[in-house]
């Protein structure tokens, strides 16, 4: 008699999977097969482990500084059509 | 013009709602608009330079944005926030610039990161040396590189929701497509941003 596998996940489904974890969207069940995958896999750990450092990369992205000169010539371009209607 | 008075305030003290400003706008007061300009030219900047990737073409959206806002201001429902109206005004204008660009830079997805530089990733630390923070202005340098080789579709997904900050449904909302489609796109857009990166991870 064939012994019952505990199910795991393989690397196709991983990638999708991968998705919803990073955002913090997979149920337990998902997480708990996606961790237990990347354990035996170095492959997708390391798809995992790169994916959620280049979000973290985007997200912790200051913001840009708006160069003085793009704020003066904002303001120039507005001159020409800001007229307070009569 | 820049630096002229704040718009005077209904309540000394308090701010003006955007809506306040939009409704004053509307009726065509000069000076409403120009707060809302204020308020918003920098996180108006901000995008355009994530999606365009240099300055000059940004500086030309972000006039574009604020001439074409004041032009349609009337139009202004207010079924959306003032910001997101905004906001979805300078994608437009933004991914109307990359259309026309003729000499686009697109790269296959797979193709792999010529450079080779030894670049060390790290999270932006207040009190870090001063090569570590060379080192995170390098590599600021290249994910702006690597945003730019994306398709744009990817690229104004990813800007949107991990440089941004905004929520699925304000994308959705912004670009006008579903929320699935922007979750999608969204996540092809890191899966090629990781492969260019992935060196310097």
Not at chain 1, 9 to 29: M, Q, R
Not at chain 2, 2 to 25: C, F, N
Request: charged share 30%; hydrophobic share 35%.
């Amino acid at each position: 008699m064939r012994k019952k596998k505990t199910r795991i996940c393989d690397c196709t489904e991983l990638k999708v999977w991968a998705a919803l974890y990073v955002e913090g969207e997979a149920p337990p069940t998902i997480r708990q097969l996606l961790l237990l995958h990347i354990q035996t896999c170095r492959a997708c750990a390391q798809l995992v482990h790169s994916l959620q450092r280049t979000v973290d990369l985007c997200r912790l992205q200051p913001n840009c500084d708006m160069p003085a000169q793009a704020h003066e010539k904002l303001w120039g371009a507005l001159k020409k059509h800001l007229k307070p209607k009569k | 013009m820049a630096k002229s008075k704040s718009l005077q305030l209904a309540v000394p003290g308090l701010p003006v709602s955007d809506k306040e400003l939009v409704r004053r706008a509307q009726q065509g007061k000069v000076e409403a608009f120009e707060e809302l300009v204020r308020l918003y030219e920098r996180k108006v900047y901000n995008i355009t330079y994530r999606l365009l990737g240099n300055e000059e073409d940004a500086n030309e959206a972000l006039q574009d944005t604020f001439v074409r806002a004041y032009r349609s201001i009337s139009r202004f429902k207010f079924k959306s926030s003032f910001y997101t109206w905004l906001y979805r005004i300078a994608t437009n204008v933004s991914l109307t610039k990359l259309r026309r660009r003729k000499t686009q830079e697109t790269v296959s997805l797979d193709e792999p990161v010529k450079n080779t530089d030894d670049l060390k990733y790290d999270i932006p630390d207040s009190h870090s040396t001063p090569e570590q923070a060379f080192e995170q202005k390098r590599l600021r340098e290249r994910l702006q590189e690597a945003l730019a080789r994306l398709p744009k579709e990817y690229r104004t997904v990813v800007v949107m929701r991990d440089l941004e900050g905004l929520s699925n449904e304000e994308v959705s909302a912004t670009l006008g497509i579903t929320v699935p489609a922007v979750k999608s796109r969204l996540h092809r857009g890191r899966m090629a941003l990781r492969e260019q990166l992935a060196r310097y991870l």
